[in-house]
């Protein structure tokens, strides 16, 4: 927060030159000629003028839309989910699923009490066949990508 009643004198001594000297970045002589100027007023100018961070508008269309519909798609997102997990709990081949969505799984209590809305669409799963099974999984299956981080070799 910044708060400024414009009466500082900041050509003072020559202490604030980013502030009281003329600046290349654009085009205003110097601030302190101005009248009534106010530190909040040169602030942003300066930085705008540094970085640049103006997004054009059609990033800011598809930024605002991405937020506006974030809380449907994550509730669509954790219905998929659990349906996909209660399905694969009921498949032959499948030793086991972890998803705290599912009525079952141990962080079930927690989930309902922590994120009673949705639940994050990622679980777990064991395949009664071990690491051969895995491998002829992921073989054979074209619409999820292989995690790495959780592909190691069971003993």
Same mark, same amino acid.
């Given at each position: /927060?910044? %708060?400024?009643?414009? +009466?500082?004198?900041?050509?003072?001594? &020559?202490?604030?030159? /980013?502030?009281?000297?003329?600046?290349?970045?654009?085009? !205003?002589?110097?601030?302190?000629?101005?009248?009534?100027?106010?530190?909040?007023?040169?602030?942003?100018?300066?930085?705008?003028?540094?970085?640049?961070?103006?997004?054009?508008?059609?990033?800011?269309?598809?930024?605002?839309?991405?937020?506006? +519909?974030?809380?449907?798609?994550?509730?669509?997102?954790? $219905?998929? !989910?659990?349906?996909? !997990?209660?399905?694969?709990?009921?498949?032959?081949?499948? !030793?086991?699923?972890?998803?705290?969505?599912?009525? &079952? $799984?141990?962080?079930?209590?927690?989930?309902?009490?922590?994120?009673?809305?949705? %639940?994050?669409? %990622?679980?777990?799963?064991?395949?009664?066949?071990?690491? $051969?099974?895995? #491998?002829?999984? #992921?073989?054979? %299956?074209?619409?999820?990508?292989?995690?790495?981080?959780?592909?190691?070799?069971?003993?």
């Amino acid at each position: /927060m910044i %708060v400024d009643g414009g +009466t500082f004198n900041w050509s003072r001594e &020559g202490r604030y030159p /980013m502030l009281s000297e003329p600046r290349p970045e654009y085009s !205003a002589s110097c601030c302190t000629k101005l009248r009534q100027f106010r530190f909040r007023h040169r602030l942003p100018r300066a930085r705008l003028a540094r970085s640049r961070p103006a997004l054009s508008p059609f990033n800011a269309f598809l930024i605002l839309t991405g937020i506006e +519909t974030l809380p449907l798609r994550m509730q669509r997102h954790s $219905d998929n !989910a659990l349906a996909v !997990a209660e399905w694969l709990s009921k498949h032959p081949e499948i !030793a086991w699923v972890s998803y705290p969505g599912l009525a &079952g $799984d141990k962080y079930h209590t927690l989930a309902k009490k922590y994120v009673p809305k949705a %639940v994050a669409p %990622v679980f777990t799963i064991g395949l009664k066949g071990g690491y $051969d099974a895995g #491998v002829r999984l #992921v073989s054979n %299956v074209e619409l999820f990508s292989l995690s790495p981080i959780s592909a190691t070799r069971a003993r």
